[in-house]
């Protein structure tokens, strides 16, 4: 299966300390892209990181690509309470996005 | 741009009965997705339409699924007769691009009773 799966399944950070979150995956991509969708919202896209590519910043985002490892790494630096969120990583393949189970983040006040 | 929209929000029905859940892309996206999202078996890709043909509809469930594109602004998935385990969180995503990101909507939550 293509699917992700991200690790760890749950987080509890305090404000303004940095949140990782990892992501593994068993075959071949085209991308991989991250989520964030907020209680009972839709999801969102975050960032998008081809297969050629190691590393992408967006904001206070870092996402890592490893593909000779098959995994994937999202750093939320400074955190906020905003930020608190379940993240999806999610691998394309031709035009199929298959996610993980996602990573529930709280960020703590 | 609104996003994507769908409708409605909350459907509350009983077994048996049918459901439509309705979506608008994105102006200008060729690309349409259903997915279904439970907390057991995550987000699953339902179909996926380009340029309002379905190309791959080897996630919906079973027959009592269809979903239709009739024109490039909006799209239909209906169930019937719906059962208990069709209750979930059903979302639409456009895209402008196979392999770009998706735009999702805010999703219809399902309950059927």
């Known amino acids: 299966s293509q699917q992700g799966e991200e690790d760890p399944q749950a987080l509890s950070i305090q404000e303004g300390e940095n949140a990782t979150m990892n992501c593994s995956y068993k075959?071949?991509?085209?991308?991989l892209q991250w989520y964030r969708q907020n209680s009972g919202r839709g999801l969102v896209h975050l960032i998008l990181i081809r297969s050629n590519e190691r590393e992408k910043h967006s904001g206070r985002l870092r996402v890592t690509l490893d593909t000779s490892k098959k995994s994937s790494s999202l750093l939320i630096t400074a955190s906020r309470a905003a930020d608190t969120a379940s993240y999806f990583c999610a691998t394309a393949f031709d035009y199929k996005l298959s996610f993980g189970a996602g990573t529930t983040v709280t960020v703590r006040a | 741009d609104a996003g994507v929209i769908q409708s409605p929000r909350h459907e509350v029905t009983e077994m048996g009965q049918e459901v439509t859940l309705r979506c608008k892309p994105i102006?200008?996206?060729?690309?349409l997705f259903w997915y279904r999202q439970t907390m057991m078996r995550g987000l699953e890709l339902l179909i996926y339409?380009?340029?309002?043909?379905?190309?791959?509809d080897s996630g919906m469930p079973e027959d009592r699924f269809s979903a239709k594109m009739p024109n490039a602004s909006f799209s239909t998935l209906k169930i019937q007769p719906s059962e208990p385990r069709d209750s979930a969180v059903y979302f639409c995503?456009?895209?402008?691009?196979?392999?770009?990101?998706?735009?999702f909507g805010p999703g219809t939550r399902l309950t059927v009773t």
């Open positions: 339409f380009n340029n309002n043909v379905p190309i791959d």
């Open positions: 102006s200008g996206h060729n690309s």
């Open positions: 075959t071949s991509i085209n991308n």
């Open positions: 995503a456009s895209s402008d691009g196979t392999l770009n990101e998706q735009y």
